[in-house]
């Protein structure tokens, strides 16, 4: 069993890194808080007596022999980036979890026959840079080096050159070596656990997501002088377009999902109707099929308001991340860990991508969740008891070692 | 009468600062371009054998004397700064077309009884700093200069900051002095004259405007795991008052006015449902007591959609700009020197604010307009014809001349 209260004073001390004023955790990728965060990670990990790697990405590889150093290594981790008010649970948790693994195989005088690592991946929240997960998602083929390098932030910063700046781009090559199996913990996110109050989520899998930049064209005009009627204006499309989304998302049923995060206006004068609104797009269903609908309608809809109010609508693809299913013999081990633990859980699906999702494609691989308060992530107020968190590391302990062998 | 040759190849020169891909002009106000504009206007005054008087708001007033130096001058005048993606005739035609006026008057060997003066109002747009207007606004009393200098842009820059950078923060107070009379010649900004085939716009006034920044808080949460029925999003408040605000506009006749000229998403992050929206919104019409019906409309409205969805909408006021009725002794100078001139006309109120508006809070003031094609303003592709131009010019001339005697 794990040291639940070193894995929360770990938690809390670097949640320090970032701390927000209403209690949460502002530490987006490639910041001078997320190397000071990684900093403290690997000074962590060095004094657990593991050895360090870090690749081409920035991704972070702790590594702790085992008696057979020819065996793949099991792997666990997941990320210490945050959205900008983010909290100090999502993602940072599975990584310390690892850590805390680790600490108590030491504590106890436990060698493993594979070798252990825990990861940290790089930009996952997709919140500085888009898309999210891009550093298991170059790592495991999914996106090239230079497509990850070349994303730039609000400010016009590009990947490459803040993952320089920070001192965090290795010299591995970013890619996929052969793992046992891996596995990750993290929050919720949601509100399904504490509503049906398990402790533990055994998860089967991933929904779909696909994220889409929607720009649609009027014509500037003067807010004055201008007749309502003549003016091609891109609100009017918003509001037709905002509307049936949301009926959308209600049209199928309540594992759809259709979020808005973002909008700018150009050119963004008081007194002028814009010349263009681009708005950020994100829909989800567990069911890649129904997720398949949800975008052609979205295009439908989409090309009618603009037809409807003449102005002009273009959607870009920003990213696509298929439902995935995860592996049977990881899911089995972490449903067989839970049983032997004792702890009430429940089988779900993920609504949140993961690291998992990619790592998923190039081995197999697990999840598993706890509960999180009012199910609320992405926020400063993000919560977690220390005994789900406690709970769900010793879950994570018990399939490593199923898959690794004492 | 004017040389309009002379005052269009005026205008084209002055177009080449700030000049777009487009065919528009982007010299928002205090910038370093803005700078070069009025570097070049004033020395075209020195040219002209003008005085110069720069005040602390950076308001350029530029003298030809009277036989008789103790009577207070005619003025006109107008703004060098245009929007982010402007044309190259607001506000610096009634510039430009004072110029004009003094050359022609230079070249004919007239002098007149009064002083004539040109003025160049400081960041009448509101594009770069709210309000519009702000040079003519504290010069007319109706703004603090302290108020004026604190005003930021997006990157947080202030005016005042800005004003001294340029070089154009006078030494002259910005206080009203006693005028004869003001006049104002612009574009219209709008298609009546165009529609309606007449040449020049006596104005009787100008419309009631109110800009105001409305804020929705809701609860930022993770676009994947949150049920769509618990989330407290501000973009589901948006599109219901998106929507009943274009009603509104409708519901009030063919003269009111409702746009949304800028939106901003905080913390705008794809994956994460918006704590904030910023939505800037600007509302119109003639008839000061329909505006006021319009503003109550607008607060019951956000007040109703926010309670629907369970997120708070907050308005701030952001400017008022009263209906404005113009003296009746400028409106029939313009109206004579039409008569005169044998232009076809029409009298009108206009929808766009203009620096008059604040000037006829302390002299008698009137304004004449010009068509412009398409009435396509704020926009780079604004246009207008030389001949019309022309016209304005000479209305103008014949209407300072009817005040300050020859
Ligand atoms: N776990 C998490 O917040 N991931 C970000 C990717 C997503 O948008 O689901
Ligand atoms: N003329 C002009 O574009 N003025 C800006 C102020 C307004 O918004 O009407």
């Given at each position: 069993r794990v040291n639940g209260q070193r894995l929360w004073?770990?938690?809390?001390?670097?949640?320090?890194?970032?701390?927000?004023?209403?209690?949460?955790?502002?530490?987006?990728?490639?910041?001078?808080?997320?190397?000071?965060?990684?900093?403290?990670?690997?000074r962590w990990c060095r004094e657990a007596g593991c050895s360090i790697d870090?690749?081409?990405?920035?991704?972070?590889?702790?590594?702790?022999?085992?008696?057979?150093?020819?065996?793949?290594?099991?792997?666990?981790?997941?990320?210490?980036?945050?959205?900008?008010?983010?909290?100090?649970?999502?993602?940072?948790?599975?990584?310390l979890a690892g850590l805390e693994v680790i600490r108590s195989l030491n504590d106890a005088g436990i060698e493993t026959e594979a070798p252990l690592e825990v990861a940290v991946w790089t930009n996952e929240e997709g919140a500085r840079f888009s898309p999210a997960m891009i550093g298991s998602g170059v790592w495991s083929g999914e996106f090239d080096l230079d497509y990850a390098y070349g994303r730039t932030d609000k400010d016009g910063k590009t990947f490459g050159?803040?993952?320089?700046?920070?001192?965090?781009?290795?010299?591995?090559?970013?890619?996929?070596?052969?793992?046992?199996?891996?596995?990750?913990v993290h929050i919720?996110?949601?509100?399904?656990?504490?509503?049906?109050?398990?402790?533990?989520?055994?998860?089967?899998?991933v929904q779909g997501m696909h994220w889409y930049d929607l720009t649609l064209t009027g014509q500037p005009c003067h807010a004055g002088p201008s007749p309502m009627e003549g003016r091609r204006d891109p609100f009017m499309a918003l509001h037709r377009i905002l509307e049936q989304l949301y009926r959308l998302a209600e049209d199928h049923g309540p594992w759809a999902r259709v979020t808005f995060g973002d909008i700018r206006a150009e050119p963004g004068s008081r007194n002028t109707v814009p010349e263009q609104l681009v708005l950020a797009v994100d829909l989800r269903h567990p069911d890649q099929q129904v997720l398949n609908a949800m975008d052609h309608s979205f295009r439908e809809i989409a090309a009618a308001a603009a037809v409807e109010v003449g102005v002009e609508a273009s959607i870009r693809d920003e990213w696509r991340s298929p439902a995935v299913a995860f592996a049977p013999q990881c899911v089995a081990a972490v449903r067989e860990s839970v049983t032997e633990l004792g702890y009430s859980n429940k089988e779900m699906v993920s609504g949140a991508g993961h690291d998992s999702v990619y790592i998923s494609r190039v081995a197999p691989t697990g999840m598993i969740f706890v509960p999180c308060e009012k199910g609320l992530s992405?926020?400063?107020?993000?919560?977690?008891?220390?005994?789900?968190?406690?709970?769900?590391?010793?879950v994570l302990l018990h399939a490593m070692l199923k898959i690794a062998t004492q």
């Open positions: 004073d770990s938690l809390m001390e670097m949640a320090t890194i970032g701390a927000t004023a209403k209690g949460g955790c502002n530490r987006q990728a490639l910041t001078d808080l997320d190397r000071d965060g990684r900093d403290l990670f690997v870090i690749d081409a990405m920035g991704n972070i590889f702790v590594r702790r022999p085992g008696r057979n150093p020819d065996l793949p290594p099991v792997l666990t981790g997941s990320h210490l980036d945050t959205q900008p008010t983010g909290g100090r649970f999502d993602g940072v948790y599975g990584v050159d803040e993952l320089q700046r920070i001192g965090y781009r290795g010299e591995t090559e970013a890619r996929a070596r052969p793992l046992a199996a891996a596995f990750e919720e996110q949601g509100p399904i656990l504490e509503q049906e109050q398990k402790q533990i989520g055994v998860l089967s899998g992405h926020n400063e107020a993000e919560n977690a008891q220390p005994e789900d968190l406690e709970a769900g590391a010793n």
